[in-house]
């Protein structure tokens, strides 16, 4: 409710919490194999949290 009361995005609020790696795990899984491999030029928090979960997994 947080983020509809207050309009602060869930994943930017919390990105530790369950849903917030849910949602980023079910985002990273359905992209294209291609886009995956290719490493932003500036890499933010979010990008090496779920590519860090995902070599983990592995």
Do not use: C, H, Q
């Not at 359905?30 to 592995?58: D, Q």
């Amino acid at each position: 409710m947080r983020s509809i009361n207050f309009g602060e995005p869930l994943v930017a609020t919390f990105p530790d919490s369950p849903a917030t790696v849910m949602i980023e795990d079910a985002a990273y899984t359905f992209s294209k194999e291609t886009l995956k491999n290719i490493p932003p030029a500036a890499p933010t928090a979010v990008w090496k949290r779920i590519k860090g979960r995902a070599t983990s997994k592995k």
